[in-house]
């Protein structure tokens, strides 16, 4: 267990929908990151926070949209859901250099 | 951006075999993690290695960042090793300096 939550762990949905990917960092981690990971894609990087501020951006589409809460839980808005969606949403955070990784939500598109 | 590549893409062992695995990236970077992705998903942390080397248990990685690669050794492998092996990168300054760049990783399958 690295510390890290996602909630939920499985979301199926339809194209056109609206969803929020939530994660809680490892205590005292001031920094929350979002990846994608699909089958054609690997693991892709897609926005970074720093104790609430935008700090890296990725190829994250203009439909995704994050942000970071005072108390440094972060969520992913995910709208105009399409089939290419599909895939593992996973957030990690690190407090320096080490990333750790929570265990990921499932997101299908039907 | 910075390109990662993972060798070899595929690898099939028998059970207390040893393997060496490769990843190599086209520009200097401050920051190298090996991670391992098992069959349910769940990505576990392996060595944080910048440079040098470090060992855990049956596990050891190597990383010269001055030539661009890194190597992760793993022996006498067991079935519960089986599952996809990542590297990760980040560059250590500018513009997105925090962004992670994965190779494609190395699945490996080891048979009892």
């Known amino acids: 267990d690295s510390g890290v939550t996602q909630t939920p762990k499985h979301l199926i949905t339809a194209t056109g929908q609206r969803v929020t990917l939530r994660c809680s960092p490892r205590?005292?981690?001031?920094?929350v990151y979002w990846y994608q990971q699909s089958l054609d894609q690997g693991l892709q990087f897609l926005i970074q926070?720093?104790?609430?501020?935008?700090?890296a951006k990725g190829n994250i589409l203009e439909r995704f949209s994050a942000q970071q809460f005072p108390d440094l839980h972060s969520e992913l808005n995910l709208s105009s859901l399409e089939l290419g969606d599909s895939a593992l949403y996973f957030c990690?955070?690190?407090?320096?250099?080490?990333?750790?990784f929570g265990p990921g939500t499932r997101l299908t598109v039907l | 951006g910075i390109q990662v590549e993972q060798s070899p893409p595929d690898l099939i062992l028998q059970e207390g075999a040893n393997s060496t695995l490769r990843c190599n990236f086209s520009?200097?970077?401050?920051?190298l993690q090996w991670f391992h992705q098992n069959p349910w998903g769940q990505l576990i942390n392996l060595f944080y290695?910048?440079?040098g080397t470090k060992q855990n248990g049956r596990l050891s990685a190597t990383t010269v960042a001055t030539e661009r690669y890194s190597l992760l050794y793993i022996s006498s492998s067991q079935t519960t090793d089986s599952g996809v092996y990542f590297c990760?990168?980040?560059?250590?300054?500018?513009?997105?300096?925090?962004?992670?760049?994965f190779g494609d990783g190395t699945t490996l399958t080891v048979k009892p």
């Open positions: 990690a955070s690190s407090v320096a250099n080490e990333q750790f």
């Open positions: 205590s005292g981690d001031l920094s």
């Open positions: 926070y720093y104790n609430g501020e935008e700090r």
């Open positions: 520009d200097s970077v401050n920051n």
């Open positions: 290695i910048p440079s």
């Open positions: 990760a990168v980040r560059k250590p300054r500018g513009t997105n300096a925090g962004k992670s760049t």
